[in-house]
């Protein structure tokens, strides 16, 4: 199972820290993802992470702002959001595969419950 947490309110031009933790399973045999959707709109995809942490994918729309990180030992996967604008508002979902980076959601087949992000401007 998946568990994000780390959403919240932030203004415009602010930082949030996602972080999405696993439980079962082995976590470093998985592929991590961050997916985001906004009210009215399709799940997109923002970042995703290799099984070793050594390789990252961004969507254009994050790239430069965004960074994906994890730590094996701690089972978790992180997403780090600077300059944060409304447009970043959506709910957040950490997801897990077990093939090559994807930013397709097809590519993912365990999903968290999402976290709020908001950002006023």
């Known amino acids: 199972q998946l568990q994000a947490s780390g959403g919240g309110l932030v203004q415009a031009g602010g930082s949030l820290r996602l972080s999405c933790t696993t439980s079962?399973?082995?976590?470093?045999?998985?592929?991590m993802g961050w997916f985001r959707q906004a009210p009215g709109k399709e799940r997109e995809f923002a970042a995703a992470?290799?099984?070793?942490?050594?390789?990252?994918i961004y969507a254009d729309s994050v790239k430069g702002r965004f960074t994906i990180s994890r730590d094996n030992y701690k089972n978790t996967v992180y997403l780090q959001m600077n300059s944060l604008k409304p447009e970043d508002t959506a709910v957040y979902y950490c997801?897990?595969?077990?093939?090559?980076?994807?930013?397709?959601?097809?590519?993912?087949?365990?999903w968290g419950q999402g976290t709020q992000v908001t950002v006023s401007s």
């Open positions: 079962g399973g082995t976590f470093s045999y998985y592929v």
């Open positions: 997801a897990a595969g077990r093939s090559t980076l994807s930013r397709w959601p097809e590519g993912y087949n365990n």
């Open positions: 992470i290799n099984r070793s942490g050594g390789s990252t």
